[in-house]
C-alpha cells in the first residue's frame, strides 16, 4: 500500500539531517552519538524527530539504520531503505557516504517542484551508476509515492526489458516526442498510444538523440537542459600509507636487525657493510705537503 507523499517541510529537514549526518560521519563521529544529538536540530512541527528516535534504537539493537527505515515506510520511502542498506551491507563497495548524500539530493529535489520524469532519472541513474542491482532497485523505485499506478506498471516492466532493448528507445517510446512524430506521419494524424505516455516532449527528443550512446549521456544532457539532479560520485580516497610513519620506521629497523641476526646465524656477517670511506680524502695528494 503506497502512502501519501511527505509535506515540503519534512524534505527540507530531511536535506539538513542527511547532509549532517554524512558530514559528522566524515568528522570521525559515531552514528550514535549523531542520532542522539542532531534529533535536538530538526524542526519539531515534524516527524522527522519521532523517526530519528526510532532509528537510533533500531541502530542500537540491529546496527543498522536501513532496517529502522524499512519499518518507517509511512515516512521514508522503499528507495530511501534500499540506497542505505546497500551501503550496509558487509561487501558492499558502496559507500555510507556517498549513500547519504545521495538522499540528501533527493530530499532537496522532492522539496522543489519535481516531476515523476526527473525523480525516475535521479532514482534510475543512482543504481545504475553504483551498480545496485536492477531488479531490487526498480522494485523499490516502483514503490515510491511520489509514481501513479502507470508509472509503477512501466517500472516494473522495465526489470524485464532492460538488457533486451536500448534505455533511450524505452524512454522515447513513452514520451510525447514520439507521439507527435507518428501524428506527423501521412494519413496517421489520430495516431493514438495504447500506453499512457510518462514523458515530455523535451525527455523525448533527449532520449532520442542518444539512442545506442552510453546512457550516462543521456543522464548528463537531461541534468544539463531540464534541471533535473545530479547523481553523486563516489570521490577516490588518496592513498594512505597502511602505517603511521613513525611506527613504518620503527618496523623498518626492527627488520634490519632481524636480518643481522640471521646472517650472523648462518656465518654471512661482514663489517665491511657498515664501514664508510670518507670521501674528503679522495683526492689529497701527500706530495703536494711534503
Excluded at 546512457?215 to 537531461?222: C, E, H, R, V
Aim: hydrophobic content about 40%; proline content about 4%.
Amino acid at each position: 500500500m503506497k502512502h501519501q507523499p511527505l509535506d515540503r517541510e519534512e524534505y527540507i529537514e530531511q536535506v539538513y539531517f542527511f547532509r549532517n549526518y554524512r558530514e559528522r560521519l566524515e568528522d570521525a563521529v559515531p552514528s550514535q552519538v549523531i542520532l542522539a544529538t542532531i534529533y535536538e536540530e530538526i524542526l519539531a512541527t515534524t516527524k522527522l524527530p519521532m523517526a530519528i528516535d526510532f532509528l537510533k534504537g533500531e541502530l542500537l539493537l540491529t546496527g543498522r539504520i536501513s532496517d529502522g527505515m524499512q519499518k518507517l515506510s509511512h515516512y521514508f520511502t522503499p528507495f530511501q531503505a534500499f540506497i542505505l542498506k546497500s551501503a550496509e551491507e558487509e561487501k558492499s563497495k558502496f559507500d555510507q557516504k556517498t549513500a547519504l548524500m545521495v538522499l540528501e539530493r533527493e530530499a532537496e529535489y522532492r522539496s522543489e517542484n519535481s516531476s515523476s520524469a526527473g525523480l525516475f532519472i535521479y532514482q534510475f541513474e543512482c543504481i545504475s551508476r553504483n551498480r545496485l542491482g536492477y531488479h531490487l532497485g526498480l522494485e523499490a523505485i516502483s514503490q515510491d509515492t511520489q509514481y501513479n499506478a502507470d508509472w509503477a506498471e512501466w517500472i516494473r516492466k522495465l526489470k524485464i526489458q532492460l538488457g533486451s532493448v536500448d534505455f533511450a528507445d524505452l524512454l522515447y517510446l513513452r514520451s510525447q516526442h514520439f507521439v507527435d512524430e507518428q501524428k506527423r506521419i501521412p494519413g496517421n494524424a489520430d495516431f493514438e498510444p495504447s500506453y499512457p505516455i510518462l514523458f515530455s516532449v523535451q525527455d523525448g527528443r533527449i532520449a532520442k538523440a542518444n539512442r545506442n550512446r552510453d546512457p550516462l549521456y543521456m543522464f548528463a544532457a537531461l541534468q544539463r537542459q531540464l534541471g533535473y539532479p545530479k547523481v553523486p560520485r563516489s570521490l577516490a580516497k588518496p592513498d594512505k600509507p597502511v602505517f603511521h610513519p613513525a611506527l613504518e620506521a620503527r618496523l623498518h629497523k626492527i627488520e634490519m636487525r632481524l636480518q643481522l641476526i640471521d646472517a650472523e646465524l648462518k656465518g654471512k656477517f661482514d663489517l665491511k657493510q657498515f664501514m664508510v670511506k670518507d670521501k674528503k680524502f679522495d683526492d689529497l695528494d701527500l706530495n703536494k705537503n711534503l
